[in-house]
């Protein structure tokens, strides 16, 4: 079993809606991610938060909105997406803090968002 | 730059094979890490291992198998005695100077195992 964990597992919402993903890790690890993963291609990194601070945003759209409340939680607020946005969005924790998950990453099984 | 490349996109065998999963990789940094990953049908990549680039020993770990090539660049994974369980898709990567602000983890396309009973 994953120790990083995602909520909700899969998600459909509109174009107008506003959803956020969950991811909880209680690993102690002070480094965490959020990834997207079109079908049949590799993830793709989006944010990188170190020690609960935003320390790499990939040119995300600011329809996506990352947050880390404390050391174990991080979300994924999502506001006016559109279908190509259709993906699913893995988090992953490290032990390490380098830039953009130089060590070993530890996913959860993803959120699976369809947007209609 | 860096980059990864696995090749294999799709490989099929039987139950009990041994297979080989490809990975050949470019860098201008001496000092990196070379990861693999494998994606079951449940979604979640499971890391599998990580090898850095001063260390050139093979490593076994029950089937699994990593054989590691400075000369030819490459960082092959062979399973022996397949398993249906081992279905997945498989990806390496790559982390050239993790001290470095603008290190990154560079995927490759990945390689859709399917093993048959």
């Known amino acids: 079993d994953t120790e990083v964990t995602q909520t909700p597992k899969h998600l459909v919402m509109g174009m107008t809606n506003k959803k956020s993903l969950k991811c909880e890790q209680h690993m102690g690890h002070r480094a965490m991610y959020w990834y997207k993963q079109k079908a049949k291609k590799p993830p793709e990194l989006m944010f990188v938060y170190s020690y609960e601070k935003l320390s790499i945003n990939e040119s995300v759209p600011s329809r996506f909105s990352p947050e880390c409340p404390n050391s174990s939680l991080l979300n994924l607020h999502l506001h006016a997406l559109q279908p190509e946005d259709s993906a699913l969005y893995l988090c992953?924790?490290?032990?390490?803090?380098?830039?953009?998950?130089?060590?070993?990453?530890?996913f959860g099984e993803g959120s699976r968002l369809t947007v209609l | 730059a860096q980059k990864v490349t696995q090749a294999q996109t799709e490989i099929s065998v039987v139950e009990k094979e041994d297979v080989t999963l490809d990975c050949v990789y470019e860098t201008r940094d001496t000092t990196y890490y070379l990861f693999w990953y494998k994606q079951p049908p449940s979604g979640e990549l499971v890391f599998l291992i990580r090898r850095n680039s001063f260390d050139e020993q093979n490593e076994i770990s029950g089937r699994y198998s990593w054989n590691f090539q400075k000369s030819t660049s490459s960082f092959n994974f062979t399973i022996t005695a397949s398993q249906v369980v081992d279905s997945a898709v498989y990806f390496c990567?790559?982390?050239?100077?993790?001290?470095?602000?603008?290190?990154?983890?560079?995927f490759g396309k990945g390689i859709t195992l399917s093993v048959r009973p």
């Open positions: 990567a790559l982390s050239e100077a993790p001290w470095r602000a603008n290190s990154k983890l560079t």
């Open positions: 992953a924790s490290s032990p390490r803090t380098g830039a953009r998950g130089t060590g070993e990453l530890f």
